[in-house]
């Protein structure tokens, strides 16, 4: 499974300069855990750090101009953190699974002379077998859409040798290894070089990349989008709106009777009354969710079910994907929900994170106690937001005085309501 190891964002929003988990040149850093909750008060940048996510999935898919546009942001002058000259940057270190060696993604954007954003630097590397200090070996550089890519897993050439020119690209010192790489120019460099080259055959690392971060799922379920009515078909994943869910009962109802069995029956056990969930047609090809209450001979509709019951169900049903997204992105998923339900919930997020069979990474904000209450040290990140108006984060188990607490038995959420993960 993949797992983001760290990140880092500058320049973005409130977050102008912040770094989660570990880099390559921050060894000595603790990587991001399994499952990662960033927890604080309104207004200190929960959600913009979510949208960190949602931002790089949107300037893979549509360019970063769109993506400076897209879902509210307001564009480019916007999101750069305000008062702040230079670029937008991005660095992800992550692994393709557990032995792999990481790699390192860089991007930043900036303004070109039209006042457009673009791509002004992408790169994409990784230390080569056995190394264990020194630079990482650069298998992909494009500044201002221009650069060099190792075609392959490629010849990497030594440390040494690995040098730059007056425009920033890797000069090629050796005829044996110019018969790896490749000068590439993009076509608009408003769209990312991973998109274009990952897309091609040639070069497996950068389209696993690629893939990895098509692959991210970020939440943006509402109720009222669940109590749709969608054509009638299977499908097999759970859309971001959660608008398909349906159509995901449909699928699973078919292809994997079993499982949503299983499904079912955990539903009862946490919402009391819940005895079947299944679909049904109407007469134009609409699809209905119907949920049977054991008190009542007639089912009770999508349409008339609370927001709690859609949502736990919904969340379920994610978790039960039988191929799962390597990174699951949410966004307080405590709203709605009835407070003795969150323990449960943050254990059914770990469960599926930390399982054997590999599920997803997940990533969460709250500012919700109770959820906390389930969770470790090591897994909550504290944002807060300090004097000049930027925001600022660490890990609650940087502080030993409340690692000693949750040891002695005391939970993490209550010490949170108390105050005592406050700044001192």
């Not at 200190?44 to 300037?59: E, N, P, R």
């Not at 009638?232 to 398909?244: R, S, T, V, Y």
Request: a neutral charge.
């Amino acid at each position: 499974m993949a797992k983001i190891e760290g990140i880092r964002v500058k320049n973005f929003r409130a977050l102008k300069d912040v770094t989660l988990g570990r880099l390559w040149n921050q060894q000595q850093s603790e990587p991001l855990t399994a499952m990662t909750v960033v927890i604080g008060k309104n207004g200190v940048g929960k959600s913009t750090l979510f949208d960190v996510f949602g931002f790089l999935a949107d300037a893979l898919k549509f360019g970063v101009e769109e993506a400076c546009d897209l879902r509210g942001r307001g564009g480019f002058e916007k999101i750069r953190s305000q008062g702040q000259p230079g670029s937008i940057e991005f660095e992800i270190y992550y692994k393709e699974d557990g032995n792999a060696r990481p790699i390192t993604y860089e991007m930043s954007i900036n303004l070109d002379s039209s006042g457009r954003p673009f791509v002004q630097k992408e790169r994409l590397r990784q230390r080569r077998k056995n190394q264990k200090r020194g630079w990482p070996f650069s298998f992909l550089v494009l500044n201002d859409g221009k650069g060099v890519v190792w075609k392959g897993e490629g010849k990497e050439i030594d440390e040494h040798k690995e040098q730059f020119d007056l425009f920033g690209f890797i000069k090629l010192i050796q005829a044996e290894e110019s018969k790896e790489t490749e000068v590439v120019e993009l076509s608009d460099k408003r769209k990312l070089g991973i998109s274009t080259l990952g897309s091609l055959k040639q070069h497996p690392r950068i389209s696993i990349f690629r893939q990895f971060i098509e692959g991210w799922y970020l939440s943006y379920f509402t109720p009222n989008s669940a109590r749709s009515l969608p054509l009638a078909g299977p499908q097999k994943h759970l859309n971001i709106l959660g608008d398909n869910i349906g159509n995901v009962v449909q699928f699973m109802e078919r292809e994997h009777k079993d499982r949503f069995k299983k499904v079912l029956d955990r539903i009862a056990k946490k919402i009391p009354g819940i005895d079947k969930i299944d679909t049904d047609k109407t007469a134009d090809g609409r699809l209905l969710l119907r949920f049977n209450d054991k008190g009542f001979k007639d089912p009770f509709y999508a349409q008339q079910m609370s927001d709690g019951t859609l949502k736990v169900f919904a969340y379920l049903l994610l978790l039960e994907d039988p191929t799962p997204p390597p990174f699951l992105c949410i966004e307080e998923p405590e709203n709605g929900l009835y407070h003795k339900l969150l323990d449960t919930l943050a254990k059914e997020f770990r469960e599926h994170a930390t399982g054997r069979k590999g599920g997803s990474q997940v990533f969460i904000t709250t500012h919700q106690p109770y959820f906390v209450d389930a969770l470790e040290p090591n897994e909550v990140w504290i944002l807060e937001k300090g004097a000049d108006g930027f925001s600022a984060i660490r890990r609650a188990s940087d502080d030993e005085l409340v690692k000693n607490m949750v040891a002695e038995g005391l939970p993490l959420g209550g010490l949170w309501y108390s105050d005592y993960l406050d700044a001192r």
